[in-house]
């Protein structure tokens, strides 16, 4: 039947009330293998701690407890029945540790309790929300390929003869993205990166430069400001190990 499922190969007949799927005592001791009357003690010993419509309901109209097929185990009506709700059946069997226990609770509360919200076919606004938050998700991923494109292409599109100007713009916004406090540091470790490829000494390299530059007769300040990227700049295989040094750089952080 439709409205059977089994727990812990236990039938046990599907009861709605005031909107959600309810148990009863005696279906907790049968899919818990527990003595007859197990669960309606637990309750009666610890029931200031239930909440009535919340954790429980007390039913006695006649009409409603024969709609959720409740019977006497010697027929008839009972006057009066106990309804658990998940949360109260969760409270309930608090005190079951056992491995057979733990199996029978995550069955009941996954393909009883929560499965009529599984099965719950969705209103249009939930609908129109869910096709919202897919295209918002698709527009998000879009703009971030789009965003990593652009960065890949200023890597690849530079103006030949502004060397430079590409270099200190690429650097700039690599330090943008990781944090302008990391300035030198970044700037120090692309330099030792640099030797360590190119098999150079940038240091020596710009005492040498500035002994060439006081012997041109180049003022002291000129002299001072002169720098490694000022010695990588002069030399084309330095630039072009430099270049791919920063590209690297660009698509890490900034791509």
């Not at 700039?172 to 330099?191: L, P, T």
């Amino acid at each position: 039947m439709a409205d059977i499922i089994k727990i812990n190969n236990n039938p046990i007949q599907i009861k709605e009330y005031n909107g959600q799927r309810v148990v009863t005592f005696k279906n907790i001791d049968l899919v818990h293998n527990r003595p007859e009357g197990t669960a309606g003690r637990n309750f009666r010993e610890n029931k200031h701690r239930f909440i009535e419509n919340v954790d429980y309901f007390e039913v006695n109209q006649p009409d409603e407890i024969r709609r959720l097929g409740i019977e006497r185990p010697q027929g008839g009506t009972p006057t009066k029945v106990v309804l658990i709700t998940e949360s109260g059946y969760l409270m309930l069997v608090k005190s079951f540790t056992d491995d057979l226990s733990w199996q029978v609770q995550r069955q009941l509360v996954n393909t009883y309790f929560r499965a009529k919200e599984l099965m719950q076919p969705m209103s249009q606004i939930q609908i129109l929300q869910q096709a919202i938050n897919i295209l918002a998700e698709q527009e998000k991923k879009l703009l971030s390929i789009e965003g990593t494109v652009s960065a890949i292409k200023d890597t690849i599109i530079q103006e030949p003869d502004n060397w430079r100007e590409n270099m200190n713009r690429m650097f700039n916004k690599i330090v943008d993205r990781i944090g302008g406090q990391k300035f030198q540091e970044v700037r120090n470790e692309s330099y030792r990166l640099l030797e360590k490829r190119a098999h150079v000494d940038l240091t020596r390299r710009l005492m040498n430069l500035r002994t060439r530059m006081l012997d041109q007769g180049a003022t002291k300040t000129a002299i001072g400001k002169a720098n490694k990227l000022d010695v990588i700049e002069q030399d084309p295989k330095l630039r072009e190990i430099y270049a791919q040094i920063i590209k690297e750089y660009y698509i890490r952080y900034v791509a």
